[in-house]
């Protein structure tokens, strides 16, 4: 231990040097220069193909993988002719017009060759036609997927004239999903940013201090999207467009907390002492741990995101870490650094002085501090019961998917299309089922494909002899006569599956984008149970060794998870009653409570940390009215900033995003303004020193010891 205290002075002390500060932005100059170029190359890293979703060992992943021996991955876009009062006959010349022009088209994968159509919906008197293009999706599928639906629009046009003509079915659906993940870095990056700077300033009330953090921030996210795009182009990172929106996030949110924690302990040590190297040293000194354990927190609890089954999910873990590690990096080492080189004068016009009187002793926390402690037990208990009233909004919750035609915050064109489709054609048209099986049994195999009742008979994509071969297996597809994306096809692929299984000697296996939704829906299931205890283990071990006690990580722990429970009790019913949500992604609530609890514990980190240092020299309920009063207001901003920033994903077009930027959100905010500043300082003061057991604090009143002899060294020169 007296090892470790020699490593932390020395490391504080080169931050905080008087001439190694220089060589700290210096070597922060030197990484910039060099991560730039590599970071601004991370959305060309992306792989948003499916097999960067799918769990590895689902089902409908081996199909995926089996079929590229068939042929080379495919996604069919399908074009959607319609005339409610029937098509002309020069409505029927377009589309056999167009129809010829498809088949010339080879740009952005476009296998033009391999158009099929059109096709009527019925023989005599059509009303809708469909032209089937199918576009491959190879290494650089997804990137050229909305230029490749592009192409198909500029030779069929938009209609006109009582002719609807829209592009739909996966090839459409993907491409406006793509165009929907079209600048998030940059998007999320701006509104994260200007929501940043509006709360500093407001927090700070100074035009110069704001842009201090900021640096720091932008520095951060650079870096670690640079070092990221390295990982994933040599190391085989799997980096998606849902884990590079949330890492920004990620860096701006955490990166601004522990900014705003540094500063506020500076600024209290800038009153203490005349020298500002010093009062830096002692800030990092006191405040530093607070900001590792949170940092450790949110790390470790991303890192958990490895045992996922989901691909996603599980890619998502080791990004986010590496943003936040990252963040964690910058705002000890060059924060500090910069605050210390633009000296006192860039809290003007509110600057520090030496002397100058300490405004938390006489502040709005310290008055709702001594408040809380007249009756403790009456606040928590009705502060509790609240919150339990406002979680049972949770049975409003429908984490159970979201379909295509649900999952964006406007109607694209595809979904125009899909519904267009449906009225004319079987709903699940243009997204078969996808079936892989042995040679000699693909007879049998067919036959209990087409006898479902799901299953529309008569299509079988080809005639079984001659069907795609590849190395002694057949592929058969078959059209579903539900919309792809809905419970009643995820029942008839459950339905096959178990039909083409029962074939003795098929090794029969059933995919498509129907299965792979499904696949995904269970492996998120999974993550779920398995996820979410082991990360509450991992928070609750790091409150264990930075507290030294056991029952004050307990009690944390439960406050966060009651503050979890409403925020998606009070989100469910937003969705449901206020932005009309369809529903929740299944992961949904496995991303929010990792978010909620990583994150969230933090600002306990911080109250709990600072109760500690003043119960050691006060005692325990002195302490707690201390540290809510020197903590409250850096806390309360920290806060704002954290639910902005994720507020910051509903500027993106999907509801998934936007759910979960309003549940982390709300989350934060109820974590700052009522858990934190009511319930943990009512529950703190009514369980006294006991929170500390079985640290010796337990049982001895911390106001009848030195600093040396409980706890940390505290520097004499502070007081």
Request: hydrophobic share 50%.
């Amino acid at each position: 231990m007296r090892q470790l205290d020699v490593w932390k002075r020395n490391v504080i002390g080169f931050v905080c040097g008087r001439r190694s500060k220089w060589l700290i932005v210096l070597l922060w100059v030197v990484i910039l220069g060099v991560a730039l170029p590599f970071g601004s190359k991370l959305n060309s890293a992306q792989d948003n193909d499916a097999q960067s979703w799918l769990p590895g060992s689902a089902e409908s992943t081996q199909v995926l993988n089996a079929s590229e021996g068939f042929r080379p991955e495919q996604i069919p876009a399908v074009v959607v002719y319609a005339r409610e009062g029937g098509l002309t006959v020069q409505d029927r010349r377009q589309i056999a017009e167009d129809a010829q022009q498809l088949k010339a088209l080879h740009d952005h994968g476009i296998r033009g060759a391999e158009t099929r159509g059109p096709v009527f919906d019925r023989q005599t008197a059509p009303r809708a036609a469909q032209i089937y293009v199918p576009i491959t999706m190879d290494a650089q599928g997804w990137q050229r997927i909305a230029p490749a639906v592009d192409s198909i629009r500029d030779q069929v046009g938009k209609g006109g004239g009582g002719l609807a003509v829209h592009i739909t079915g996966p090839g459409g659906t993907s491409a406006d999903f793509s165009k929907a993940f079209e600048g998030i870095d940059s998007t999320l990056l701006f509104s994260a940013m200007g929501i940043v700077v509006v709360i500093l300033l407001f927090t700070y009330r100074s035009p110069t201090l704001l842009f201090v953090p900021l640096l720091g921030v932008v520095a951060a996210l650079f870096t670690a999207q640079a070092l990221i795009y390295l990982l994933a182009r040599h190391a085989g990172l799997t980096v998606n467009g849902q884990s590079a929106g949330i890492l920004t996030v990620l860096v701006f949110g955490a990166g601004t907390d522990y900014a705003l924690l540094l500063v506020a302990r500076y600024r209290e040590e800038l009153r203490r002492h005349t020298d500002r190297h010093e009062a830096m040293e002692l800030a990092m000194n006191r405040a530093g741990p607070a900001v590792l354990a949170s940092g450790a927190t949110v790390v470790l609890s991303m890192l958990v995101l490895l045992v996922a089954e989901m691909n996603s999910t599980r890619g998502l873990g080791p990004v986010a870490a590496i943003g936040v590690t990252i963040a964690l990096l910058a705002m000890l080492t060059l924060f500090p650094a910069l605050l210390l080189i633009f000296g006192r004068w860039i809290f003007w016009p509110a600057i520090p002085h030496f002397g100058s009187a300490d405004p938390t002793e006489r502040g709005v926390w310290a008055r709702m501090g001594r408040g809380i402690a007249v009756r403790p037990r009456v606040v928590w208990g009705i502060t509790a019961a609240v919150l339990v009233a406002l979680s049972l909004g949770l049975l409003q919750l429908r984490a159970a998917g979201i379909a295509n035609a649900d999952a964006f915050t406007n109607t694209p064109d595809s979904i125009t299309g899909q519904q267009v489709s449906a009225r004319y054609f079987p709903a699940g048209t243009g997204d078969p089922l996808v079936v892989v099986a042995d040679k000699a049994q693909a007879e049998q195999v067919g036959r209990a494909v087409a006898a479902d009742r799901g299953v529309v008979p008569r299509s079988i994509g080809v005639p079984l002899g001659t069907a795609p071969e590849h190395d002694g297996r057949v592929l058969l597809e078959a059209t579903m006569r539900a919309p792809s994306d809905s419970d009643a096809a995820k029942a008839t692929v459950e339905r096959v599956r178990d039909a083409v299984h029962a074939v003795p000697g098929a090794h029969a296996r059933v995919g498509g984008g129907t299965a792979a939704l499904l696949d995904m829906e269970n492996a998120q299931t999974h993550d779920n149970y398995l996820v979410i205890p082991l990360v509450l283990a991992v928070v609750l071990l790091v409150l264990g060794i930075l507290l030294r006690a056991l029952v004050a990580p307990l009690l944390l722990i439960g406050t966060v998870m009651l503050s979890l429970a409403t925020a998606l009790g009070l989100s469910a019913l937003a969705f449901r009653h206020v932005f009309d949500y369809a529903g929740e992604d299944v992961a949904f609530p496995l991303f929010v409570f990792v978010f909620l609890v990583a994150l969230g514990i933090d600002y306990n980190i911080f109250l709990t940390t600072r109760i500690r240092e003043e119960a050691i020299r006060q005692g325990t309920r002195s302490g707690v009215v201390t540290g809510l009063a020197a903590t409250g207001a850096v806390i309360t901003s920290a806060g704002l900033v954290l639910a902005g920033t994720f507020a910051a994903l509903g500027t993106l077009p999907m509801v998934g995003f936007a759910e979960i930027g309003f549940a982390v959100a709300l989350g934060v905010l109820l974590d700052t303004f009522v858990v934190r500043s009511v319930l943990v300082t009512a529950l703190f003061l009514d369980v006294g020193k006991k929170v500390w057991w079985p640290h010796r604090l337990a049982r001895e009143d911390g106001a009848t010891h030195t600093p040396e002899s409980v706890g940390p060294k505290v520097s004499q020169s502070s007081e």
